[in-house]
């Protein structure tokens, strides 16, 4: 009796065992039906994708991946573009369980002529994709673009740079799309041969909604280095917080209009917060920062050292909400209002030294005895400071970009999405 239970047990470990074995050898650290590839400049598609036999090609490796998949670029220069044109871009189903195309962890991957998303040729629509970790550059366009129907799309942690046009692009038909932790500079001056001048470009031209433009650092641009402006298409539920905008508005002396360091005005419910900008000093530099149209608001900021105004409000704007900032140092009026109807203008800091600890080497956080220290209100969508250190330090919030205080703890920024921690392979 014991022996006929024995076999069947053996043969029941004889069934199973393949089947365990095969689930093995596909799980990784993504979950049960997520997988890892590889591409390298000196791989060959004909491969299978894995860490010491990687795919050549991008586009061999976007061919494969499913949802929750990663794309590993290891270290090199892709001169393939990314972009539907080329090669069928995939989509995740959710931010859970999105397609991630990153450079290997430790190493530079460049991506030589930009990315370009947006309808694939067969209709499908790209969706939940993350781009991270790259050096991604173009001498003929856009660096980054997201147009079409695209969606939920995410550039993170990437050196950014276009040699001829804006560097980064969302068109007003786009929602969702999100640049965090990214450097955005050097757009290049531009000719424009139907208006016989130069013009600048400009770090981010966003024209859609529900974007979320955080933690950048945004500079040497030569028009604005945000332009968030949707025309005829309003630009809606924006969120433009934490980021080091400076010395943009660069130009050869020969630009068509003024422009500045970021300029809102369209759409509505538009959010501009705990951001620093400074350094916009070119002949041609007007606002520091611009507020216009509807519901749109600015808290928290530190705007310093620029040639013009530092911060204006359009003619028949409604809404507007200017609340907690530092305005100092500007070359004109710090705040200047050309007709807004009943905006809100509290608890500011304006032409009053604010005691910067160290304003020449653009350290913009506070001495102790800063009249920006518990000068502020609590406003419920600002809780940290730029640097994540939570609000309110002392009695009240203070003014301004940084919370002081000696006590004062970062608080760690969410893991990002889709984090894997692997062992470099020789």
């Given at each position: 009796m014991h022996q006929g239970l024995d076999v069947v047990r053996q043969f029941a470990w004889s069934v199973l065992l393949p089947v365990i074995l095969c689930l093995g050898s596909v799980w990784s650290p993504n979950g049960a039906n997520a997988t890892e590839y590889y591409v390298g400049t000196t791989g060959n598609d004909a491969n299978p994708g894995g860490p010491s036999q990687p795919f050549q090609t991008i586009q061999k490796g976007m061919s494969v991946l499913q949802p929750g998949d990663t794309l590993y670029l290891r270290q090199g220069t892709y001169t393939e573009k990314i972009d539907p044109n080329y090669m069928t871009l995939p989509s995740g189903t959710s931010w859970s369980n999105a397609i991630t195309i990153a450079g290997y962890p430790g190493e530079k991957a460049?991506?030589?002529?930009?990315?370009?998303?947006?309808?694939?040729?067969?209709?499908?629509?790209?969706?939940?994709?993350?781009?991270?970790?790259?050096?991604?550059?173009?001498?003929?366009?856009?660096?980054?673009?997201?147009?079409?129907?695209?969606?939920?799309?995410?550039?993170?942690?990437?050196?950014?740079?276009?040699?001829?046009?804006?560097?980064?692009?969302?068109?007003?038909?786009?929602?969702?799309?999100?640049?965090?932790?990214?450097?955005?500079?050097?757009?290049?001056?531009?000719?424009?041969?139907?208006?016989?001048?130069?013009?600048?470009?400009?770090?981010?031209?966003?024209?859609?909604?529900?974007?979320?433009?955080?933690?950048?650092?945004?500079?040497?641009?030569?028009?604005?280095?945000?332009?968030?402006?949707?025309?005829?298409?309003?630009?809606?539920?924006?969120?433009?917080?934490?980021?080091?905008?400076?010395?943009?508005?660069?130009?050869?002396?020969?630009?068509?209009?003024?422009?500045?360091?970021?300029?809102?005005?369209?759409?509505?419910n538009n959010s501009f917060y705990n951001n620093l900008v400074y350094n916009h000093t070119g002949s041609f530099c007007g606002p520091a920062v611009s507020l216009g149209y509807a519901d749109n608001s600015a808290y928290n900021n530190t705007i310093y050292g620029n040639k013009g105004f530092g911060l204006e409000l359009g003619a028949s704007t409604t809404g507007m909400i200017v609340r907690n900032n530092i305005l100092y140092g500007n070359g004109r009026n710090s705040v200047v209002d050309w007709g807004s109807i009943n905006p809100v203008i509290d608890h500011n800091l304006i032409d009053v030294n604010p005691q910067f600890v160290n304003a020449a080497a653009n350290d913009f956080s506070l001495q102790a005895g800063s009249p920006a220290i518990d000068a502020g209100v609590a406003i419920s969508l600002v809780t940290t400071d730029i640097k994540g250190v939570s609000r309110p330090q002392g009695a009240a919030y203070d003014v301004g970009t940084y919370e002081y205080g000696t006590g004062a703890k970062s608080t760690p920024r969410p893991t990002p999405r889709n984090l894997r921690l692997l062992p470099v392979s020789p």
């Open positions: 460049t991506i030589r002529n930009g990315i370009n998303i947006q309808d694939n040729g067969n209709s499908s629509i790209p969706a939940y994709l993350i781009f991270d970790n790259f050096i991604v550059r173009n001498s003929d366009a856009n660096a980054f673009r997201v147009g079409g129907n695209a969606h939920h799309i995410r550039l993170s942690n990437s050196d950014v740079q276009s040699g001829r046009t804006n560097t980064i692009s969302i068109a007003y038909t786009t929602s969702d799309v999100q640049v965090i932790n990214c450097d955005i500079h050097d757009s290049p001056v531009e000719f424009v041969p139907e208006w016989g001048v130069s013009t600048g470009t400009y770090g981010l031209y966003i024209n859609g909604n529900n974007m979320l433009i955080d933690g950048n650092r945004i500079y040497n641009n030569t028009g604005y280095g945000i332009h968030l402006y949707g025309g005829i298409n309003a630009a809606s539920n924006n969120i433009v917080r934490n980021n080091s905008i400076y010395n943009n508005c660069l130009n050869d002396g020969t630009r068509s209009q003024a422009a500045g360091g970021v300029i809102i005005t369209s759409g509505s």
